[in-house]
Structures are given as C-alpha cells and as structure tokens.
C-alpha cells in the first residue's frame, strides 16, 4: 500500500471491501492483529534463516509457493502484479496490512497528467511512458464495452488547466508551455479571456492566463484498482495468483545453504518468492525495511509520509467545470497566500516550513466537486484539521468568485481524504533491487505520482525481474550509491516481535472505525 492510514470520512464511516475469488468478504475486514509466539520479549533478527522461522499460530499448510511475492497492495503494488500475470508465466501473491485503497491510492485526485513534469528531468521520460500505458488500457477498456473506460476506470480525457495571476506565474507558464511543445506535447498559453472562455466559473484576473494541455486525462483511484484486481484474480484459477489482505508482512526469511532471501513472513502465512520479492508500501517502506534487514546493518531508504488532504463536495451546483485545473503554485509547492491564519506548521517537519496549500480541483464521474489541496509533514497522523479543510474552501473561493461567499458545512455532503504520500527528499521513487540482496527489490516514493506512474513502474519492474533492458532508463531511480549504510544503534530497531509489528498494525487496527470509500 502507498501509505498507511490515508482515507477517512467525516461521517457514517464503513468498511469497503473488494470482491475476489480468493478471499471472502468477511476475511477482508481491517482487524486487530495479534503477535503472540515463544520469542516474545527477546530481540528479532528479522533477517531470519529458514530453520528459525515460524509465523505466530502458522503450521506447514500456511506456507506457499510463488514466483514473486509483492508487499503493498497499492496501486503500485497491484499494478506490478497485473503486469507480471499479463506478460509473463510467472505467479504472485501480494500482501498487506490492510486493504486495496486504504492507502494513499485510495485518497488521490486521480489526475495523469504532463502539465507539471519537466522534459528531460530524470522522472521525464517514466511519466511518458506510463501515461502512454494509461492510454492504451482505456482504449482496451472501451473496446470491451460494459460502460467503457469511463465506467471501468473513471477515465476522462478532460484536459488540464494550469494557471496562474501574477506577472511571475505568467511568466512561468509561457516558458513551461514552450518547453513541452518542444518536447512534442501538445500545450497552449491562454490569456484571461481565453482562459474564460474554456472555465467561465474560474477567475484568474486579468492580467492571469493558463497552460491548456487538451490530452491531460484523470482516473478514479477506487475503479482503477477494482479493475486491476478483477484482472488480477482472473488469474486464480490457474493458480497464478494469490491475495493476502489485513496480513501484514513481519519479516524476511532466507536460506541457512545459499544466504538468499527466500520468503515472507506475514503476521499469518509464510510466502515463498522464488524469483523476486518486491517492497512496494509505500510511506511505510521505511519502517519495514528496519524491520527486515539485519539489526546491525541497516539501509535508509529516507522516504516519509506526507500528509494531505482532499475535499469532495456532493451536490455542488454552483461551480461547474470543464476540465481539471491546479494552481502553478502546486507544482513546486509555493505556499498560498490567502487569507488563512492557519498556513505556518511551527511543528512541522518540512524542510521547506510552511504548510502548503494549493488550488487544485476537479469534477468526478458522478458530478461531485473534488478539491485540494494541502501538504505538511504529520508522521502518519490521520486526524481531519478542519481548519485545514477550511483554508482549502477559501483558497477555492479566490479562483471561483461563486464560491466566495458560500459557507461550507464539513459534516453535510462532504468527504475528507487524508492521504499520506510515500515522499522522497530528492523528489525521485526508488525502484531497484536492494544491494547484496540481489532478488529483493524496492518500489516507492513516488509521492503524489503513484497513479500517474504505476503503470509504467510495473512494466520497469517486471523488466528488472526478468533481466530485460528497460524501454525507460532506471538507473535515476536505483538504490545503489544513492542511500547511505549504517550502523543501526541498539535502539534503532524493535526489541520484540510485538515492536516489529506495530507499524504494520497499525494500518489495520485505525482504519477499523473509519475507512469509507464511496
């Protein structure tokens, strides 16, 4: 999953649950997990020989046999799992703590877009080739009927509108729109005038303008995944695929005779990976990869939650939209400045300060207002700040003069998102197989392009599997020389199993009483 606890509801709060021909829906059900076994209150070395192992209340039956074993079931996760069932023989289990979208996947804008990647940047040419990827299963997705794209996956082709107020931000479009059109993107600079007439709701002034890229296209994070999976477990019958949901991992498992990694160890089940075992979760790969590696050898894979939140608005009839719009100030994380007294985060971790908010807003497929959005360093804290959602609201207001004066009531039509985006200090996921454990392999940080880039970082890791060249270079993304080694000190680990599981169960015990998906 790409992060931990990331989507809650201010009201009536209810499970969601996915259908799938390996679980039952009773199994699916976030639930407090228990660690309980002979080690209690002795040190873990989490990096375990096969003669050692024995998951709390296993027998030999709950051991199985794959050829890769995935830990996340976010977008990402399930993406490298559908590629890998799609273009090879290989089989796959994928694990988590929670559920499929209890994550940030499942609290994201849902937006694939170019408008804000920078042309020969080392993420460029990623970006191009999953939304290539996108594009090619929504055009597989229309051509099966049964709703089509737009059903199946929320897809729209809305196009984006990038804008901007100031001289500043003008001049920042201009260059932006000309450099992607350099790089054969279709872009275009709008003036005040042209801007009103795509998005007559919206208000940039007159002296603002925009960048209009026509192809720009969003998704709906919760069909996405639902589609995914539905491809997924359309492998189970020939005992391709397996799903380990609410069943955190706990530890790595290698061989006493070659050293390698060989397994899972999950809070219930031991999972084999004969060819490769992939790190795909997101905000807590961190955390997990202190648990699994030896306690006297630590690699720091410095990727940490950052915490957002998303508003939707239901029944919003007096801003209508036409396309999917974002402040330039989103792109490099300005701070807004509006008439909020609640932007400075004297607690935060932020290296840059501030607590961001930026305009970003869109319309859904079922015509709900969708709103954002805020970035502040919480550790995994997943309260809602309603002073937080009330700057978003008047940050809005200065964009659609419709909304000025229009108060908003948090507890009536709403929902609140809070995402916790898998965030990396270079700006850059990590995606590669972890020095000297050569069939381990990490895929995170991809922050707030998970939807965006799943697609394509499932094909780069599939490749990297089965030792294929690249059709996108992964090198900007590897581990190796790019994270420092340590030397874990005596506290910088879990002293008991009880520790080692308590990130992971966290993300199932929280999201019991409020996770709600509509």
């Not at 590629?83 to 499929?100: C, I, K, Q, W």
């Not at 006493?256 to 999950?266: D, S």
């Not at 807003?361 to 309260?383: C, I, Q, Y």
């Not at 990590?430 to 970082?457: C, K, Q, R, S, W």
Request: hydrophobic share 40%; charged share 20%; with cysteine.
């Amino acid at each position: 999953m790409e992060a931990a606890i990331a989507f809650t509801s201010v009201r009536n709060p209810s499970t969601t649950r996915f259908s799938s021909s390996s679980s039952s829906p009773s199994s699916r059900v976030p639930q407090r997990l228990c660690v309980r076994g002979p080690w209690r209150g002795r040190r873990l070395r989490a990096l375990r020989p096969q003669s050692q192992v024995q998951a709390p209340g296993a027998t030999a039956a709950d051991a199985s046999h794959h050829d890769v074993v995935v830990v996340g079931a976010g977008i990402v996760g399930l993406a490298i799992a559908r590629h890998l069932l799609l273009h090879t023989r290989l089989s796959v289990a994928v694990a988590d703590a929670a559920v499929p979208c209890s994550g940030a996947t499942g609290a994201g804008q849902g937006y694939i877009w170019m408008s804000h990647r920078v042309p020969g940047s080392d993420m460029w040419e990623l970006a191009v080739r999953s939304k290539q990827l996108w594009e090619e299963l929504a055009a597989e997705v229309d051509g099966q009927g049964g709703g089509g794209a737009r059903e199946r996956l929320g897809w729209m082709r809305t196009g984006s509108l990038l804008v901007g107020r100031t001289s500043e931000e003008l001049a920042t479009l201009e260059e932006m729109t000309k450099t992607l059109s350099q790089a054969g993107i279709h872009a275009e600079f709008l003036s005040a005038s042209s801007v009103h007439a795509l998005e007559p709701a919206l208000s940039v002034g007159k002296d603002g303008g925009a960048m209009f890229l026509s192809q720009d296209c969003q998704i709906d994070a919760v069909q996405a995944v639902s589609l995914i999976e539905k491809t997924n477990n359309s492998y189970s019958s020939e005992g391709r695929y397996m799903e380990f949901y609410n069943d955190p991992a706990m530890s790595l498992i290698r061989s006493e005779v070659t050293g390698t990694v060989e397994a899972v160890q999950t809070s219930r089940n031991i999972l084999y990976g004969r060819k490769a075992i992939v790190i795909a979760s997101g905000a807590w790969t961190r955390s997990l990869l202190h648990s699994f590696l030896e306690p006297a050898l630590t690699l720091d894979i410095p990727v940490k939650p950052r915490k957002g939140h998303l508003l939707v608005v239901e029944n919003f009839d007096k801003v209508k939209l036409n396309h999917g719009l974002m402040e330039v100030g989103y792109v490099d994380h300005q701070v807004a400045k509006s008439n909020c007294t609640h932007m400075a985060s004297e607690s935060s971790e932020d290296e840059q300060g501030a607590l961001s908010i930026s305009m970003t807003a869109t319309l859904d497929t079922k015509g709900n207002l969708v709103l954002g959005s805020s970035r502040e360093f919480k550790g995994f804290s997943r309260e809602v700040d309603k002073s937080i959602v009330k700057c978003m609201w008047e940050r809005a207001g200065e964009f659609f003069p419709a909304m000025k004066n229009v108060p908003l009531d948090i507890d009536q039509n709403t929902q609140i998102r809070i995402g916790h985006r898998p965030y990396m200090p270079d700006g850059k996921p990590v995606i590669g197989f972890i020095p000297d454990l050569p069939n381990v392999l990490v895929a995170t940080g991809h922050e707030g392009n998970g939807l965006t880039m799943a697609l394509g970082t499932a094909e780069m890791v599939t490749d990297m599997i089965l030792g294929n060249p690249g059709k996108v270079d992964c090198s900007p993304f590897s581990i190796k020389h790019r994270f420092s080694v340590s030397i874990a000190t005596s506290t910088s680990l879990p002293a008991s199993p009880d520790d080692v599981a308590s990130f992971s169960l966290i993300a199932s015990v929280c999201i019991c009483s409020s996770l709600r998906i509509r």
